[in-house]
């Protein structure tokens, strides 16, 4: 099986699950690569389009939420459907010289795509739409998907609402790398990195996408009267890494508002004028020990290391955090997705949300190892460990060369399946088999029937059914009429069903020994 991974650069949680995929799928031998669509079409546009997220998502989050609220209705998301296939077909030589059994995409750009592909009859295999946040939205949702890869079973509900068939949306979970699943050993890990293990742990997930002024949060953590450690993941971004290293290594107490704003007024100020201020650097009596880690590709170690993570609710992250069973404490949520996720969190017990009081609620965390412990049971109860095991039997069934069906079917279906492209199998049935499969057709068609959730759907199977018995019943040489004047006759003896009555039991008067 060949598989082709596409997704897009703007906010890495998208890239991150595509990447999951791909190591899973290739450790099943089975071909896969992932790319990014936006950057292959145009690495300008990409670039464009990335810098405008982190731009209007990070500064203008009113903005972004505007933004976020607006694409989630029919019209504006026609809109941006309408720019996407304009953008599709420079996609397609990419899908011809690749000619994968079957597309999955962790992107709603990527999606809408692929989907206007197919519905042009450009593209012909199957669509799979892995879906990175918590809660959905219209972007996501695309009419030629043969799959969604959901978070969770209640987004489901939400997105019948947005006409998808639940029948094709699956709540596997936002696939993350295997080894978030691994339970290091926590002891070792806190004592290679010189913290105590006796200690509550608490991971700071900052840097590239992570938190916004971290040293705000982390002045925050110093002050709070309770004893602990922090790790500090900062990602590649230097100057905060230098920043809170050499702050972390000094022992300094966090500055005074007073004297910062002092400082900053100072240096405006002719120095021969300045006020002549002593100041000493003073170590605080319960700084808090404190890991600066630089770009790592081993946070799960981290996170299975620690007690609690405070990080930004993003889908990717969350979904980690979750593997390995982590409490969340969650800061600076992006307007729009990144709140939905939050709020899904904390309504499942897995999450706290950081306002104004948030040291007194980290304090109160820490204090309350029980409170911790059933979020963390929670955290692990949402077991989505199988996440990409699902995703790879559910591909290898949507890219089968052959289906087995063994039924009787309509007359005209294997012309049907020849217009496709397709190659039909059939034999012609002696009247013994005829007269068991037609039976059999009844029970399949009686079972559709009830299976039915709209008026349509109800009409089509209902005719299916008749279809069915008529077929039976002149196979048996009964006509019409006959079958006609049973049913009146019983109706006379027996009623109908109009009064729709539900028989429960029958209590005998002379039951028999």
Request: charged share 25%; net charge positive; hydrophobic share 40%.
């Amino acid at each position: 099986m060949k598989i082709i991974i596409l997704s897009a650069s703007t906010g890495g949680g998208h890239m991150s699950a595509a990447n999951a995929i791909k190591e899973y799928f290739e450790s099943k031998n089975c071909s896969a690569a992932v790319i990014d669509a936006i950057e292959y079409i145009s690495p300008l546009l990409n670039k464009t389009l990335t810098e405008v997220y982190e731009y209007i998502a990070m500064k203008q989050p009113k903005l972004w939420k505007m933004m976020y609220k607006t694409s989630n209705t029919k019209a504006v998301n026609k809109l941006v459907s309408g720019i996407n296939s304009v953008m599709s077909k420079k996609l397609l030589p990419l899908i011809e010289k690749e000619k994968p059994d079957a597309i999955i995409s962790t992107h709603p750009f990527t999606t809408e795509m692929v989907s206007n592909l197919k519905s042009n009859n450009l593209v012909n295999v199957p669509l799979i739409c892995v879906m990175t946040d918590y809660a959905p939205h219209r972007t996501w949702m695309s009419p030629e998907v043969d799959a969604y890869i959901v978070a969770n079973s209640g987004m489901i509900s939400s997105m019948a609402d947005m006409d998808v068939d639940p029948k094709i949306i699956h709540p596997f979970g936002i696939p993350v790398d295997d080894s978030f699943y691994s339970k290091t050993d926590k002891k070792k890990v806190l004592e290679e990195l010189s913290l105590d293990p006796n200690l509550p742990t608490i991971l700071v997930m900052a840097g590239n996408g992570g938190l916004a002024n971290v040293d705000k949060v982390y002045r925050k953590l110093q002050a709070i009267d309770f004893d602990f450690q922090i790790i500090i993941i900062t990602g590649k971004n230097q100057k905060l890494y230098n920043r809170i290293k050499a702050l972390a290594e000094t022992g300094e107490q966090p500055k005074n508002k007073m004297k910062v704003m002092y400082s900053r007024i100072s240096k405006r100020v002719p120095r021969n004028l300045r006020f002549r201020v002593r100041r000493k650097n003073q170590p605080a009596g319960n700084f808090k020990k404190t890991k600066v880690i630089y770009y790592t590709k081993e946070v799960e170690k981290y996170m299975n290391a620690s007690d609690l993570i405070i990080t930004k609710p993003g889908g990717l992250t969350v979904s980690e955090a979750l593997a390995c069973g982590l409490p969340m404490a969650l800061f600076s949520a992006i307007p729009g997705q990144e709140e939905e996720n939050a709020n899904f969190l904390v309504s499942n017990n897995m999450a706290v949300k950081l306002g104004k009081n948030a040291a007194e609620t980290i304090k109160n965390l820490l204090k309350n190892p029980n409170r911790l412990q059933n979020m963390k049971s929670s955290c692990e109860q949402f077991d989505k460990s199988d996440s990409l095991k699902n995703i790879f039997e559910l591909t290898h069934k949507l890219t089968a060369k052959e289906k087995y069906y063994g039924k009787l079917v309509r007359d005209k279906i294997p012309e049907i399946i020849k217009s496709q492209g397709n190659t039909p199998e059939t034999e012609t049935l002696t009247p013994e088999l005829y007269a068991k499969y037609l039976k059999l057709k009844v029970a399949e068609e009686a079972k559709e029937v009830s299976e039915t959730a709209t008026h349509a759907e109800e009409v089509e199977e209902i005719a299916d059914l008749l279809e069915a018995v008529y077929a039976l019943a002149k196979n048996a040489n009964i006509s019409p009429d006959e079958i006609e004047k049973a049913r009146a006759e019983k109706l006379e003896r027996r009623g109908g069903f109009d009064s729709k009555i539900f028989l429960k039991k029958v209590i005998f008067s002379n039951p028999k020994e």
